[in-house]
């Protein structure tokens, strides 16, 4: 079974990124450690990518990586002053 990748940054994180998986277009992005049925361990390499070796595995057996969705500046207007 094949699905897709995307790197997400984590809330707060001053722009570290983790990898986040979904099996269908129409589902919600899951971190990879969530989903251990597909994922396997980091490397153990301090200040490595949390995923990265997951990402390898998940990309050679046909995986598609996504662009990094972006926010929904929609939620994110402020109002207009009256």
């Known amino acids: 079974m094949t699905g897709q990748m995307c790197w997400i940054p984590r809330l707060g994180s001053n722009g570290t990124t983790v990898l986040h998986l979904r099996l269908d277009a129409n589902k919600p992005w899951v971190p990879y450690y969530l989903m251990a049925n597909f994922s396997i361990p980091d490397y153990t390499i301090p200040g490595g990518s949390k995923g990265w070796a ?6 050679k057996a046909g995986w598609t990586l996504e662009p990094t969705p972006q926010p929904n500046f929609q939620d994110q207007q402020t109002p207009k002053a009256a």
């Open 54 to 59: 997951t990402y390898q595995k998940l990309f």
